[in-house]
């Protein structure tokens, strides 16, 4: 399966998972470069080829995120929180 990310959720992704094995297949679409619409105009997003195993990775990883820094002394999502569950989301 393929996905598509933007270069700030990249980041996000491979600066919160520093050590899960999951990180090859981001730090691959990364080194292979952005996508560029009709060859030539750079998108700031990156195909991810992604098994359905790692998605699952992925997810509950992002989970565990999200409990553990994206929820408020109030039981609110946080701005960090809010990210986190786009990015739930988007590998749903």
């Known amino acids: 399966m393929q996905i598509?990310?933007?270069s700030l959720d990249m980041e996000f992704l491979l600066e919160s998972f520093q050590n899960e094995d999951f990180?090859?297949?981001f730090?691959?679409?990364k080194n292979a470069g952005e996508h560029?619409?009709?060859g030539q105009y750079p998108?700031?997003?990156f195909f991810v080829a992604i098994?359905?195993?790692d998605i699952d990775r992925v997810q509950d990883a992002l989970s565990v995120l999200l409990t553990q820094k994206g929820i408020d002394v109030n039981g609110e999502l946080?701005?960090?929180g809010l990210r986190i569950d786009v990015l739930?989301?988007?590998f749903s």
């Open 51 to 53: 098994t359905d195993k």
């Open 78 to 80: 946080n701005e960090t």
């Open 36 to 38: 560029l619409a009709k």
């Open 27 to 29: 730090e691959q679409a």
């Open 43 to 45: 998108t700031g997003k």
């Open 4 to 6: 598509l990310i933007n």
């Open 23 to 25: 990180l090859s297949v």
């Open 88 to 90: 739930i989301d988007q």
